[in-house]
């Protein structure tokens, strides 16, 4: 991408199987790519087989390319609270195991202070019957998924989950 600017930032989100999320993180102007893969696991250069697996304990996680002059942390924050359910511990709809748990990992401190405030803020709305359990870490190694997830509803002309 020519004039790339070098004031761009990136989010990463776990929130449940990473096609829809990336699919809803595509949606928001102001980001500029998106890339799934796996993220907060023990095992360097791990396969979507590792990884559902259960033995890696990556989550399955989008990255966000984001312009943060369009579009702000809080706002990518707040579509990752309406796109699942961070009350549930390693689970999203029918998808079990830790590589579909909450998980926010931050790239530096002032994404790790709107993270924590934001969880704090989902708290106090009454939103949620239990508790928030979604993980806030830093930012580990991410590893891009193959390249057939990449985009995947994109891909096959849908928007969600029929």
Known sequence: MENERQDMKKG????GCFWGVESAFRKLD??????VGYAGGTTQDPTYEDVCGGQTNHAEVVQVD???IRISYDDLLD?????HNPTTLNRQGPDIGS?????????DAVQETQARSSVERLRSS????RDVVTEITPAPNFYRAEDYHQQY???RGRTRWS
């Open 153 to 155: 509803f994109d891909k």
């Open 12 to 15: 990463t989100f776990g929130a």
């Open 126 to 129: 009454g939103r949620h019957s």
């Open 30 to 35: 102001g980001v500029t790519a998106t890339a």
């Open 66 to 68: 984001y312009d943060p």
């Open 99 to 107: 590589q579909y748990r909450s998980a926010i990992f931050f790239h």
């Open 79 to 83: 579509l990752f609270w309406d796109i």
